[in-house]
């Protein structure tokens, strides 16, 4: 990173209900399959604060995304390493070693050892955090320059002993005696060699993320083969973009004992043929939530520079886009575990004094194609925002044509910790490429958790 600084169908006791609302809407992507024609460039209001510093992105970068197992910004901008005020990163699956991993990351790339940084961490939203943190403190004057990130490693997370081998190993540093070491080892059992793996599960009920979106699906009445439709229009679109070029922010990277890597690896256009054919991932033999309509394991880095309007102009800069209003939601874990961007999105929109007809580029991050369906279920019903959201009513439909029009995270991949650089990144060279002013980033994640926020271009 330093190179580019589990419930079944019939446990439903509350969406049992979504289900019998969604069942008579069917939502099909399958004329979406082609990027939408530039967006005409409109005349409205800025969303300048009066007494609030701007805070401007100047540029951003990640690594090719990688599929897990396969095998920089200081280059891209020139900034001084001097003039950066402070880092700061996310990242969710730690390595104890590097448990601080802004800091190493930032004294492996070469900044000085005054500059501070720190880690961050919530789940797939770790790097939007990361930002938002940056926002901060531009926005209140403590800081000028910031660099702000995220990364993960998934080919390589740490495994623990098991408790039991743990607490062994523990006493018996602990002993004192030959005579009490030899009674701890006499305790000693075949199984507690067993590992404990990671897993993406929620430690508040213990369902893996891929359960609780095929519960989701389910609820919300999104078939297989709108998941699968969806899938293929986000590799589809992906392959466009990268095939045109457009994913500017992607850097050469250097596989440590490899070749050097230079585009994502994870983008593979199939056909719904194909995809058919795949049988369920987590809930046997009915779910619908496949290894083809889910993001897969990343390994990947992202980072992006942003400062204060007037230090970026007074450095000769030319920003690329505003980051404006930004909001955190969290709601039930259980069975809204994925629905963060259906709260999050009416929240900051009103915050921004915005609409969603106001919205030029949406780029919401893609953990199942089930997820992303069924948030669109739910920000399309009146009855949902009354009875769930305590809303009046919906905040609406956002349109295909202007949705994730470079791919996302089904296909360009999703390390946990990196995404929100990536989609912020996405959301600025969008607007730049088809002339829109503003941009919704959202995301959803674990723990019933959220975020959305508002980009505005920089005019050019």
């Given at each position: ?106 004294l492996g790339a070469g900044f000085s050892d005054k500059t501070p940084a720190h880690t961050v961490t919530m789940a797939c939203i770790s790097a939007n955090q990361a930002m938002t943190t940056g926002v901060g403190l531009i926005a209140s004057g403590q800081c000028d320059v910031i ?314």
């Open positions: 990173m330093t190179t580019i600084l589990a419930y079944p169908f019939k446990n439903l006791p509350t969406t049992s209900k979504w289900a019998l609302r969604f069942a008579i809407r069917p939502l099909s992507c399958s004329s979406q399959l082609r990027a939408a024609p530039a967006v005409q460039t409109k005349t409205k209001k800025t969303l300048a604060k009066p007494n609030i510093r701007n805070v401007v992105v100047v540029d951003g970068v990640r690594t090719p995304f990688l599929l897990s197992g396969t095998s920089g910004l200081l280059h891209r901008t020139s900034v001084p390493k001097e003039v950066v005020d402070y880092i700061i990163f996310g990242t969710v699956i730690q390595e104890v070693k590097t448990s601080n991993v802004a800091r190493e990351a930032a660099v702000a990130g995220g990364v993960e490693l998934m080919s390589d997370v740490p495994i623990r002993h098991s408790r039991k081998m743990r607490k062994l190993m523990l006493d018996l540093n602990k002993a004192k005696s030959m005579g009490q070491r030899l009674s701890l080892i006499s305790k000693f059992r075949l199984n507690f060699l067993a590992p404990e793996l990671p897993a993406v599960a929620e430690f508040s009920t213990s369902e893996t993320m891929g359960h609780s979106a095929d519960r989701l699906a389910a609820a919300f009445a999104v078939s297989r083969l709108e998941q699968d439709e969806y899938a293929l229009r986000s590799h589809s679109l992906a392959k466009k973009a990268q095939d045109e070029g457009l994913l500017s922010d992607v850097v050469p990277f250097r596989v440590p004992g490899k070749d050097t890597v230079t585009k994502d690896n994870g983008i593979r256009p199939s056909s719904l043929e194909q995809m058919a054919k795949l049988k369920p991932a987590f809930i046997k033999p009915y779910g619908t939530v496949t290894a083809a309509n889910s993001s897969f394991l990343t390994d990947g880095a992202s980072a992006i520079l942003i400062m204060a309007e007037e230090k970026a102009l007074a450095m000769g800069y030319k920003p690329k886009a505003y980051l404006r209003d930004f909001m955190y939601v969290s709601q039930d874990p259980k069975d809204q575990l994925l629905l963060g961007p259906t709260y999050a999105t009416p929240k900051v929109l009103e915050k921004a004094g915005l609409t969603m007809n106001d919205i030029d580029a949406f780029e919401f991050h893609e953990a199942f194609s089930g997820q992303i369906l069924a948030n669109f279920k739910a920000m399309d019903s009146d009855w949902f925002a009354e009875n769930y959201m305590g809303r009046k009513t919906k905040v609406g439909l956002p349109p295909l044509e202007k949705f994730n029009n470079w791919g996302g995270s089904l296909s360009l991949g999703h390390p946990f910790g990196a995404t929100g650089c990536r989609l912020v990144m996405a959301a600025a060279n969008r607007l730049r490429k088809e002339g829109g002013q503003y941009g919704l980033v959202a995301a959803c994640a674990a723990g019933g958790q959220g975020h959305a926020m508002i980009v505005e271009a920089y005019p050019k």
